[in-house]
């Protein structure tokens, strides 16, 4: 029972973080239909964020507070200027979109190098997270993993709210269903582009954040994260939230339960093999907007 | 060759999330006819064709000659001799006239023929390039086509893909005058052995080209018959050219509407 | 009697070359060029780059040239066939492994374990699945048909579901990350991180004898040149044509009566094909294959040099790839820091503002003082982009 909820914990978590990561993809794939490589370098930004916060605020629950707006902002804009320099010019062609913003990747991850050195460095975590929550019955959860879980669920909550709720969100939305019909109505569709492309790269930024309670910070830390966000994506379908969040937990909950009856590796191989079956079973992912164009 | 065969639909439905777009159609077309299809926008007119061809799933019956045609997959409908177009040109603009009609004589091939490269111009190509006119474009990218020639290589194709049914959507859509009419002879000629089904907005091309008109409404059928028969059908007045901006935003002035 | 005559090897830019019987004379000095340009292409290969080359040069030619075959299947799949694959590096991978696995094998001697086994001192014996791989009449085969065979199960399945575009490009990148992961899990019989290395002999040549590396590397200019002949049949043929109709028009290809699935699939498993052999001969040229060499990051890497030369021409993904190469040793031996932004900036000025690669500057520049009728080609391939570049 113990070791049952341990793994459905760490699964959970592991879903948590591939959700903070997705939730800022599903935005972006779903409404510009462009792949993102570089959002792996705005989780690094956001964590680096973190890092140079806490140089200069000493407190670390102080600086990881005033950090997680913060690398919204820096990730933010940094997906802004991509949109506004590069995305924006790609727009018919997603493929090379990826292709592109892979290069912008690299030259990121180098900066990052340049600027902070190659090798990791660390955050020291609040006082508050280190610890263990102790619950009946002799189960403990990780106090860092459960504020990961809260601050995933907070960003879909918050997010879902705003799409629902907010004349903006309705923009959002009107464009992700119907791109044209949405511009011919007078919705500013560039304008509500970048503002998608700010809020996704920002959430990249958070997950960032959270990510130094998890390990160490470095250049290239965003790079094998992205896939798997991905295909949380992927799997879940664009154009609806509820996709990548069910997904994200999946996938997690899969990825721990493997680890545990096999090793990490034959688990990442596992869950390979079960997003390919998936995909036999809904090659559109588990949620689509239907629409009658010819495929 | 076997002469045409005819399509019979039975009791056709198609639903979209709870939306009724076709609703229990049943139709025949004999062989050799050209029957158009016409009805208000939304009436279900192409998602009919995408059913017939198996691009949407639908209920009840489809056949074509002795095959039913619902539930198999696109590409075995069209191997069957069921040909369509769409409301939007899609001939390959980066390869030739000829590559365009290669391709599409080409489905019965074998791998040890695809894998080897075409030699001169194969016979069935050479007469549909007859047929359509384009016998002095073989060379020329089809996406530097003019718009009619395009939609004439859409037809071109169907041709040397052998079908039997040829289902055109809106063929002669921004047409001149001397294509459409151009177009509507091509039609007769291409009718003689294989049956035709087109979807057009315009009456006066209709009216000259049509030999039996299916009028949809609302995804069933309201009225059948020659175009004399449809035009003097109350109900047919009613709902399609009782609204002027359906027929009149298509049809050419001077068209009663 | 006429035929379709295919593009002068050097020139073949975007789309399929037209089609259509040109006159007879036009047909044999295209087919004498393109004979021509093969001929000066093996010269090159076999005669003037080991007369002028060091053997440290030469053998890191060999390394390129490998790199070079894997573009010519990325040029087929992606640039001929629309399937941006970023997981090259598998079938390179499973190539390589299988190679390394049959030289370690003979290094070590019949009935002994590989020197690396015996290090980490994990096993008694040889795994299973690692015996097949004592006979050469297993191996080699392998090298070729084992990636066929992952790409046509994958292929198989995803392509008969519509998984295409970015999807596709994900799930292949995906491949490629569960490949590495699960090599450097499975330490014990992979070699792990490190790989399969220090790669004694090459079929009973030693492979530290430069004689013999020079011999290494004639065998893979002449597989290069080999698969060159292959994918030019390919392009040229019914096939290529087809599979172009499928990149730009996929669902109108179904409703002509084929299966679009099938079409793509014949292009990603020789795309597979061709990327295992470029491992199998990479192992004797360079001596190690590991994960580093064919995870995520070099599996782009090879669409990069594609990217650069011209991804739907026939020759632009080969010496793209050996450009590329030979840029990234030349700069990153002085400025690795450096080379990395180029890289980076490369990828984004190529794919960005010069979709056809370099060879659509070979091209315009042809095309400007030469008979080219007008139209035969554009610079860039999709039908909605009328806008081209340059």
Redesign the interface.
């Known amino acids: 029972m113990t070791v049952l909820f341990g793994q459905l914990f760490t699964g959970v978590s592991i879903g948590a973080v591939l959700l903070l990561i997705a939730l800022g993809l599903a935005l972006t794939f779903g409404q510009m239909n462009v792949i993102n490589m570089a959002h792996g370098e705005f989780i690094m930004a956001g964590a680096y964020t973190t890092y140079v916060l806490q140089q200069t605020i000493t407190g670390a629950g102080v600086s990881l507070l005033v950090a997680l707006p913060v690398a919204f902002l820096v990730a933010g804009t940094m997906g802004v200027l991509l949109e506004a320099l590069l995305i924006r010019r790609l727009y018919a062609r997603p493929l090379d979109t990826l292709l592109v913003t892979w290069g912008v990747s690299l030259m990121l991850q180098q900066l990052a190098r340049d600027v902070f050195g190659s090798p990791n460095v660390q955050t020291r975590a609040p006082e508050l997270l280190t610890g263990n929550i102790g619950l009946p019955g002799g189960l403990t959860v990780a106090n860092n993993r459960l504020f990961i879980l809260a601050l995933a669920l907070a960003a879909v909550a918050a997010l879902t709210l705003a799409l629902r709720l907010t004349p903006l969100g309705r923009r959002i939305r009107a464009v992700v269903q119907n791109r044209d019909l949405a511009a011919v109505s007078g919705i500013a569709t560039s304008r509500v582009d970048r503002t998608t492309f700010f809020v996704g790269s920002g959430l990249a930024g958070v997950a960032g954040v959270a990510l130094t309670l998890l390990g160490p910070i470095g250049p290239t830390m965003g790079t094998n994260l992205i896939i798997d966000a991905f295909l949380v994506v992927v799997v879940g379908g664009i154009g609806q939230l509820k996709g990548s969040v069910i997904v994200a937990f999946a996938l997690g909950v899969l990825q721990a339960t493997g680890e545990y009856l096999t090793t990490l590796s034959v688990a990442k191989v596992m869950v390979f093999v079960a997003i390919v079956a998936f995909l036999q079973w809904r090659p559109q992912g588990l949620f689509t907007l ?1 629409t ?1 164009s ?1 495929a | 060759m076997s002469g045409p065969d005819g399509l019979a639909i039975r009791d056709l439905r198609v639903s ?2 709870g939306f009724t777009a076709v609703d229990g159609v049943s139709l025949d077309v004999p062989p050799g006819d050209i029957r158009f299809l016409i009805g208000p926008n939304g009436a279900g007119k192409t998602t009919l064709v995408d059913a017939v ?1 198996g ?1 949407v799933r639908a209920t009840g019956s489809v056949r074509f000659g002795e095959h039913e045609l619902l539930g198999r ?3 075995r409908i ?2 069957l001799g069921v ?2 177009t ?1 409301q939007t040109s ?7 006239v ?3 009609l ?3 004589a ?4 074998s ?1 040890a ?9 194969p016979d069935e190509v050479a007469a549909a390039l007859d047929t359509i006119g384009l016998a002095g474009h ?4 089809a ?2 086509l003019a718009h009619g020639q395009k939609q004439w290589l859409e037809i071109g ?1 169907l041709l040397v ?1 052998d079908a039997r049914l040829l289902l055109l959507d809106e063929p002669v859509a921004g047409m001149s005058h001397e294509e459409r009419d151009a177009t509507g002879t091509l039609l007769e000629k291409v009718s003689r052995d294989r049956t035709v089904v087109v979807i057009e907005h315009d009456m006066d091309f209709l009216r000259r080209f049509a030999r039996t008109v299916t009028v949809l409404h609302a995804g069933k059928v309201l009225s059948e018959g020659t175009v004399a028969q449809v035009q003097a059908d109350p109900r047919v007045q009613e709902v399609y050219l009782g609204h002027p901006v359906d027929a009149a935003g298509t049809a050419p002035a001077g068209t009663e509407a | ?4 005559v ?1 593009p002068p090897t050097v020139t073949t830019v ?3 070359p ?5 006159p007879g004379r036009r047909r044999r000095a295209l087919r004498l060029r393109a004979a021509a340009g093969f001929a000066c292409g093996a010269a090159l290969l076999f005669a003037v780059a080991p007369l002028v080359l060091s053997d440290f040069r030469l053998s890191l030619l060999a390394k390129y040239l490998c790199l070079a075959m894997v573009a010519v299947g990325v040029g087929i799949a992606w640039g001929r066939g629309g399937m941006l694959t970023l997981g090259q590096g598998v079938f390179f991978g499973l190539g390589g492994y299988a190679m390394a696995m049959h030289l370690k094998l003979a290094d070590a001697g019949p009935g002994a374990m590989p020197d690396f086994m015996q290090l980490y001192g994990q096993l008694d014996e040889l795994p299973v699945w690692w015996r097949p791989f004592a006979s050469p009449w297993f191996a080699l085969p392998a090298t070729v048909l084992l990636p066929m065979a992952v790409a046509f199960g994958l292929g198989s399945l995803v392509f008969r579901r519509r998984v295409r575009g970015a999807y596709f490009a994900i799930l292949s990148q995906a491949l490629a990350a569960a490949m590495v992961i699960l090599l450097v899990g499975q330490q014990g019989t992979t070699g792990g991180t490190n790989g399969l290395t220090d790669i004694q002999g090459f079929f009973g040549y030693d492979l530290d004898d430069p004689v013999n590396q020079r011999m290494v590397y004639f065998v893979i200019a002449a597989c290069l040149l080999g698969l060159l002949v292959l994918a030019r ?2 392009i ?4 290529g ?2 599979l ?2 499928v990149r ?2 996929e ?9 679009p699935a099938s079409v793509k699939l014949v292009a990603y498993v020789v795309a597979a094909g061709m990327a295992g052999l470029a491992g199998a001969l990479f192992v004797p040229a360079v001596g190690i294959i590991s994960p580093a060499l064919i995870g995520i990051v070099p599996s782009i890497e090879f669409v990069i040099g594609v990217a650069v030369g011209g991804r739907a021409t026939l020759l632009g993904p080969v010496l793209g790839a050996v450009a590329v190469a030979w840029a990234r040793t030349a700069l990153s031996e002085r400025f690795p820091g450096t080379w990395t932004y180029l890289q980076g900036l490369l990828f984004v000025l190529v794919v960005a503002f010069l979709p056809g690669g370099l060879a659509s500057l070979v091209a315009l520049a042809r095309r400007r003082g030469d008979d080219g ?1 007008p ?2 080609f ?1 610079l860039w ?1 999709k ?1 909605s982009r009328t806008e081209t570049v340059a």
């Open positions: 239907r009658r010819l | 979209f999330d061809t691009l997959a696109v590409h069209s191997r040909g369509r769409f899609t001939v390959f603009e980066e390869l030739t000829l590559q365009n290669d391709i599409a080409g489905a019965r091939r791998w023929t695809l894998v080897r490269r075409r030699h001169g111009v073989v060379d020329q990218l996406g530097t194709m893909q | 009697m006429t035929a379709v295919g975007g789309p399929v037209a089609g259509g019987p040109p049949q390919l040229q043929s019914r096939y044509e087809l172009v109709a730009d028009g669902e109108r290809v179904r409703f002509l009566g084929y299966d009728p139209g035969r554009t391939r039908r």
